[in-house]
């Protein structure tokens, strides 16, 4: 069983950048797809970005899409979301977690989750 813990979160203006972190133990995050959600106050919990095992490929929202990086870090035990340009909507708790199966826009489609880390930008 894998666990996932997120960091990087903070407060930040916008237009600026943050790099929030994805650290995994157990059963490792090299041979999963990985995505990134966020959920503001309120809100169901969204679909950011995820990465494809094996292939790489990346996939976005179209809400962060030129400006949200997804990544692996060499080690494979590490997921990246870079964000630039940042606006007040981004403000959000933002969760890694495992995919599971189907499509990786879908939250009920990943199977192990984070605990969170809060980002805010202010106007």
């Known amino acids: 069983q894998a666990h996932l813990a997120e960091s990087g979160g903070g407060l930040v203006q916008a237009g600026g950048s943050l790099r929030l972190s994805c650290a995994a133990s157990g059963d490792g995050i090299s041979s999963y797809t990985m995505g990134w959600f966020r959920q503001a106050p309120g809100k169901e919990r969204e679909f950011v970005a995820a990465?494809?095992?094996?292939?790489?490929?990346?996939y976005y929202a179209d809400s962060v899409k030129g400006r949200f990086t997804i990544s692996r870090g060499n080690d494979k035990t590490t997921v990246y979301l870079q964000m630039n340009s940042l606006k007040p909507e981004d403000t959000a708790v933002y969760y890694c977690?495992?995919?599971?199966?189907?499509?990786?826009?879908?939250?009920?489609?990943?199977?192990?989750w984070g605990q969170g880390t809060q980002v805010t930008v202010s106007s």
């Open positions: 977690a495992h995919h599971w199966f189907g499509t990786y826009d879908t939250a009920r489609n990943y199977n192990t």
């Open positions: 990465v494809v095992w094996g292939s790489d490929d990346t």
